[in-house]
């Protein structure tokens, strides 16, 4: 799915969505991954996000747990777990 279609579901098919929901990709813009990982979390789920990039810091912040990869390790920001990889 598509990010526009994601933004465009009611709540509840959002949510219903999320449950089948393993991973997102690039295909996602900052604001549709930052709402994936809210909606997983008030599904009551324990939300763990992967980031090599600027675009990543909102969906990092809202994660239990947040893995941020690469030279861009200033935008996991506060809040959760966060891990810094260096590779």
């Known amino acids: 799915m598509e990010?526009?279609?994601f933004r465009s579901l009611a709540q509840m098919s959002m949510k219903n969505y999320c449950a089948a929901v393993c991973r997102?990709?690039?295909a996602l813009r900052p604001d549709d991954?930052?709402?994936l990982v809210e909606t997983l979390k008030e599904r009551?789920?324990?939300v763990g996000v992967t980031g090599d990039g600027t675009n990543d810091g909102p969906a990092?912040?809202?994660a239990n747990v947040g893995?941020?990869?690469g030279i861009n390790r200033?935008?996991?920001g506060q809040g959760g777990i966060r891990h810094y990889l260096d590779g």
């Open 44 to 46: 009551g789920n324990i």
């Open 24 to 26: 997102s990709s690039r």
């Open 74 to 76: 200033d935008r996991g």
């Open 3 to 5: 990010g526009p279609h």
């Open 60 to 62: 990092l912040k809202t």
């Open 33 to 35: 991954k930052r709402l």
């Open 67 to 69: 893995f941020s990869m």
